[in-house]
């Protein structure tokens, strides 16, 4: 009898142990919390200040830490996200993800929208783009996807029109060019320096603001629409972990009201949120 009830007691220590276990293992809520390691391009202060605030809401929301790894170099925080050196990155939009894992041959997938940062028209010799003349010459980004963007810009701007069902668009897809306009391929840092020897330019935001162009004095914005959707940044994960709790928690950490708050005081209209964007 004795023996029977040492044994039922031990039983029961058992089970405590393993419910403790449970609870502070991961089992249940985990009073430590966790930390998940972001990937992002080395950036400015601005860019900073945006994380900063994503960073206090997954504290105080989510119990989450985020780290964050920077990169200066755009082949690398997917290749680290690959190989398990980062949770997750925030860097690259659609269209830059799609031809990466075309190109790599790897399950990276987005798990929610960032920003978009609208391309720019901008040039030294006309005030609108309407005032383009027969022949005049507009430098665009000479990279695949920035190349692209730069022509659905065009589009979009009544000046030129492209083949039928395109989606990575080159010189090569314009279908009509009414004002026989030059396309001047450039390497997209050089185009905001080529603005002395076009009529007009496509410059990305980065090369705009580090060649102290005021997003302001823009001739063209490109519009948020349909063209635009693959242009919107994301946060990306291996496909495997899509799913995982931390990082969709990350994802509404990012996607707040404090976070818009914090983009439009960094960027004005220069950076626009774009998780509850509506594309016209």
């Known amino acids: 009898m004795k023996k029977k009830r040492n044994l039922i007691i031990w039983l029961v220590v058992i089970v405590v142990v393993i419910i403790a276990g449970y609870f502070s293992f991961g089992g249940g ?63 690259q939009h659609y269209a830059f993800l799609d031809a990466w894992n075309k190109a790599n041959k790897t399950n990276i997938v987005s798990i929610g929208k960032t920003i978009i940062t609208p391309i720019r028209v901008y040039s030294k010799k006309i005030k609108n783009i309407n005032q383009l003349a027969n022949g005049d010459t507009i ?17 979009n701007a009544g000046l030129i029109t492209l083949k039928p069902n395109t989606k990575l668009a080159t010189v090569k897809s314009i279908e009509k060019n009414p004002k026989n306009l030059q396309i001047k391929e450039l390497d997209a840092s050089q185009t905001a320096r080529s603005l002395s020897d076009v009529s007009a330019a496509v410059i990305n935001g980065n090369y705009a603001q580090t060649a102290g162009i005021n997003y302001k004095s823009a001739i063209y914005v490109e519009p948020v629409n349909k063209d635009s959707e693959q242009w919107i940044n994301i946060i990306a994960a291996n496909k495997k972990n899509k799913d995982k709790k931390a990082y969709k928690e990350v994802v509404k950490a990012y996607q707040t009201a404090a976070t818009k708050k914090a983009i439009q005081k960094a960027y004005g209209t220069s950076e626009l949120p774009a998780w509850d964007i509506k594309l016209k």
């Open 29 to 91: 809520k985990s009073s430590q919390g966790q930390t998940v390691t972001v990937g992002i391009m080395s950036g400015s202060k601005q860019d900073d200040a945006i994380w900063k605030t994503v960073a206090k809401t997954a504290k105080d929301k989510y119990n989450i830490t985020l780290k964050f790894k920077k990169f200066t170099d755009y082949s690398q925080p997917n290749k680290a996200l690959t190989s398990g050196n980062v949770d997750l990155n925030a860097f």
């Open 139 to 155: 430098a665009v980004p000479n990279d695949a996807t920035n190349e692209s963007r730069a022509l659905f810009v065009l589009k």
